[in-house]
Every structure is written in structure tokens, then in C-alpha cells.
């Protein structure tokens, strides 16, 4: 294993973290989990998401640059980093200048095409009459074309005030990588990730808003360990990233085995770039099994037809 890292600083005073990493080890992996084997360079990013349109899109705009300056390929934002996070950033999504919104999310798509880079961009999604908008994740290509959209699906209460639930999975392939999207409180669904695993998703993109937490927040506790179990559980990659406002919990870049590869510095805008590479192998505890048990069978070996294995009150 190779791990190159140094710290840099962007032009807004951004602590930069590079993180170009290939990680694996001698383990048996179950290669027909892996649709296909390619190598992907992840930008995984934060900063302190907030009210402003404009500042939000600076910072991104500056960590696209840095981020395909080191190399990467794609470039993964958190939830609602251009527009702001309605009921806490915003008093609602109505308080939104849709027409700087629009704006500023060309003046992205132009940056992505001129940088050759692909983007999945957190903002809100408008939509018609008084429905309330979409908590979306834009998946921008290196084209500058938006070519899919994920609306959160699960909602907490405080967000259904505000916010319209979605209904549907997407699924992208970029460089031989199969990636999926998700938003921060579906984490507490592993149907979700269980269901993309099904999809052969490697690399799942997980974008959060975590941050301006009250005292005693139980997120960064158990945000950051569920994902690894799931990363574990289904085998993938995951880039989850968060806000860096304060009283939020660092990004990171988690591998198949549910190892923390790499992380950001807490409270601290940054972007680490990381390498995923399905080529690799890496150590996978229910690797010979995971498909039989997505498809029903819900335990290893054979069964036995034995009376004394179905007798379950006796000894």
C-alpha cells in the first residue's frame, strides 16, 4: 500500500488535504461482487456550507479547480452545499433566490466542462406550483450537462416542513466504476444501501449536512460507524462527506473492507482526492455468501433435513 499526502492551501485560505491513496490487501474478494474492475479518482470535499449563494459557490468553484488540479476525475460535494440547508441556513426554502441559485449553478456546469471534470453537486431542486422543493444531489458530467438527479428519499420531520421526498435510485458508470448517490438521514435505512448493492454499486457518494449541531449531538458518534458497517456489509467504496461549519464531524473516505482510509480535518474546509480501485482486493468477511443472501438464501452451506435440527425444544 502507497499512501501520498500533504497539505496545501486554496486561495479563500482552505486547508487543502490531498490524499491519493490505493489501498488493499492480501484477502480474498468475491469477484462476482465486482461487475467490472476500473480505477476512479474521488475528490471528497467540505466546507462550511451556509446562507450565501454566492460564497457557497465560490468555495466550490475554488475546490473544483484544486480538486482537478491534483487529478481527480469526479468531484463529490455535500448535501446542499450550493444552495444552503433550509430550516437551518435558511428559515425555508421560500427565503431561496432561485434566480442566483440558477446563476450560480450554470456558472458550476460551465467550470465542470472547462475542467474536464464530472460533479455530484448538493442544492435544492425546484419544483411547480406550492410542492415544496427537492433536497437533490446534481450529477453533473465532464460535459457540463446535468445527467441525473437523486432527491432525498428519506426525510426527517423536521425536513418534511420543507422539503418534497424523492422516489427512485440512480446509478452511474464512470471509468469502469459503478457509483451510486445518497443524502445524509437516508443513512438510517440500510435497505437503501442493500438495494444499490443489489444494483452492483462499488462506490457509493454519501453527502451530508451534519454541522451547527447543539452540545451532545449524538450524529458525529454514529454517523461515521454506521457507514463503515455498511461499506463492510456490502462491499463498496463510500466517499460520505459533511459541512465543515461548526459542531459537524470531518469527511471521509472509507474502503470495501469498512476501514476509514482517509479523513479531513475536523471543522476545516478541505478536499482529499482518493483512489478507487476495483481491482484491488480487499479483506470481505461475507464476500462467498453476500449474493446468495441478497437473493433469499439467508444462511451458508446446505441445509440439513434432520429431525433433530428441526426438534427446537429439546436438547
Known amino acids: 500500500m502507497h499512501v501520498n499526502s500533504r497539505g496545501m492551501y486554496c486561495s479563500c485560505g482552505a486547508a487543502i488535504l490531498l490524499t491519493l491513496a490505493s489501498f488493499g490487501n492480501a484477502q480474498t474478494a468475491e469477484r462476482?461482487?465486482?461487475?467490472?474492475?476500473?480505477?476512479?479518482?474521488?475528490?471528497?470535499?467540505?466546507?462550511?456550507?451556509?446562507g450565501d449563494i454566492h460564497a457557497n459557490a465560490d468555495c466550490i468553484r475554488r475546490q473544483m479547480r484544486e480538486a482537478r488540479r491534483q487529478g481527480a476525475d469526479l468531484v463529490h460535494f455535500p448535501e446542499c452545499a450550493?444552495?444552503?440547508?433550509?430550516?437551518?441556513?435558511?428559515?425555508?426554502?421560500?427565503?431561496?433566490?432561485?434566480?442566483?441559485?440558477?446563476?450560480?449553478?450554470?456558472?458550476?456546469?460551465?467550470l465542470a466542462k472547462e475542467l474536464g471534470v464530472w460533479v455530484v453537486l448538493g442544492s435544492n431542486h425546484r419544483l411547480s406550483g406550492d410542492h415544496k422543493p427537492h433536497d437533490s444531489l446534481y450529477l453533473i458530467n465532464s460535459q457540463g450537462k446535468i445527467v441525473?438527479?437523486?432527491?432525498?428519499?428519506?426525510?426527517?420531520?423536521?425536513d418534511l416542513r420543507y422539503y418534497s421526498p424523492g422516489d427512485h435510485f440512480v446509478?452511474?458508470?464512470?471509468?469502469?466504476?459503478?457509483?451510486?448517490?445518497?443524502?445524509?438521514?437516508?443513512?438510517?435505512?440500510?435497505?437503501?444501501?442493500r438495494q444499490y448493492?443489489?444494483?452492483?454499486?462499488?462506490?457509493?457518494?454519501?453527502?451530508?449536512?451534519?454541522?451547527?449541531?447543539?452540545?451532545?449531538?449524538?450524529?458525529?458518534?454514529?454517523?461515521?460507524?454506521?457507514?463503515?458497517?455498511?461499506?463492510g456489509a456490502n462491499f463498496m467504496f463510500v466517499s460520505m462527506n459533511?459541512?465543515?461549519?461548526?459542531?459537524?464531524?470531518?469527511s471521509?473516505?472509507?474502503?470495501?473492507?469498512?476501514?476509514?482510509?482517509?479523513?479531513?480535518?475536523?471543522?476545516k474546509p478541505g478536499v482529499m482526492v482518493n483512489l478507487v480501485d476495483t481491482g484491488k482486493k480487499f479483506y470481505d468477511a461475507s464476500g462467498?455468501?453476500?449474493?446468495?443472501?441478497?437473493?433469499?438464501?439467508?444462511?451458508?452451506?446446505?441445509?440439513v433435513d434432520d429431525p433433530r435440527s428441526k426438534e427446537r425444544t429439546g436438547y
Open 32 to 50: 462476482a461482487s465486482l461487475p467490472s474492475q476500473g480505477k476512479l479518482q474521488v475528490a471528497t470535499c467540505q466546507f462550511p456550507v451556509c
Open 252 to 267: 471521509r473516505f472509507i474502503t470495501p473492507d469498512g476501514l476509514v482510509a482517509a479523513e479531513l480535518p475536523l471543522d
Open 197 to 231: 448493492a443489489k444494483m452492483r454499486v462499488q462506490l457509493m457518494l454519501h453527502s451530508f449536512y451534519n454541522a451547527r449541531q447543539k452540545p451532545g449531538s449524538i450524529h458525529a458518534k454514529i454517523m461515521p460507524p454506521t457507514v463503515q458497517g455498511y461499506a
Open 171 to 193: 446509478t452511474f458508470e464512470l471509468n469502469g466504476v459503478k457509483c451510486g448517490l445518497l443524502i445524509c438521514y437516508d443513512v438510517r435505512f440500510p435497505e437503501l444501501y
Open 148 to 158: 441525473d438527479r437523486y432527491d432525498k428519499r428519506f426525510c426527517t420531520d423536521s
Open 82 to 110: 450550493l444552495s444552503g440547508y433550509a430550516g437551518e441556513d435558511l428559515q425555508s426554502a421560500a427565503d431561496l433566490d432561485w434566480e442566483l441559485l440558477h446563476k450560480e449553478t450554470d456558472s458550476i456546469l460551465a
Open 288 to 303: 462467498p455468501f453476500r449474493l446468495d443472501c441478497i437473493n433469499g438464501k439467508l444462511n451458508s452451506g446446505q441445509v
Open 242 to 250: 459533511n459541512s465543515s461549519a461548526e459542531h459537524s464531524w470531518q
